[in-house]
C-alpha cells in the first residue's frame, strides 16, 4: 500500500514556473514506476510525465516536453515536477500516481494503482 500526497500548486502568470511534489508513505516506494497526470473538469485524466523506479528513464507527453522535467528522490520517498515556460492551457488539478506493474515508463490511466488527492495549478495570462 502507497498513499501519495501532492503539494506545490497555486497561481502562477504565463511563463512562470512552479515545482509540485509528491511524498509517499511506504518503505518499498522504489519499486513502483511513477506519473503526473492532470484534469480539467469536463475532461479525461492526461498524461503528463513518468519515471522509471530507479528515476534513470523519463518519458513526457508531447504537450509538455521541454518544459516539465520529472525527478524523483528514493530516498525521500518523493517525486517532482518542474514545471516551467507555464501556459494558461496547463491549467489543472495535477495528480500522482504509483504503479505496481512491470511496465518501465506507464503512460496509460489504469496502469496505475495508487493516486493522490491532486493538487491545483492554474495559469493566467
Known amino acids: 500500500q502507497v498513499q501519495l500526497v501532492e503539494s506545490g500548486g497555486g497561481l502562477v502568470q504565463a511563463g512562470g514556473s512552479l515545482r509540485l511534489s509528491c511524498a509517499a508513505s511506504g518503505r518499498t516506494f522504489s519499486l513502483y514506476a511513477v506519473g503526473w497526470f492532470r484534469q480539467v473538469p469536463g475532461k479525461e485524466r492526461e498524461f503528463v510525465a513518468t519515471?522509471?523506479?530507479?528515476?534513470?528513464?523519463?518519458y513526457y507527453a508531447d504537450s509538455v516536453k521541454g518544459r516539465f522535467t520529472i525527478s524523483r528522490d528514493n530516498a525521500k520517498n518523493t517525486v517532482y515536477l518542474e514545471m516551467n515556460s507555464l501556459k494558461p492551457e496547463d491549467t489543472a488539478a495535477y495528480y500522482c500516481?504509483?504503479?505496481?506493474?512491470?511496465?518501465?515508463?506507464?503512460?496509460?490511466?489504469?496502469?496505475?494503482?495508487?493516486w493522490g488527492q491532486g493538487t491545483q495549478v492554474t495559469v493566467s495570462s
Open positions: 500516481a504509483a504503479a505496481r506493474g512491470p511496465w518501465l515508463l506507464p503512460t496509460g490511466r489504469y496502469d496505475y494503482d495508487y
Open positions: 519515471s522509471s523506479r530507479s528515476g534513470g528513464s523519463t
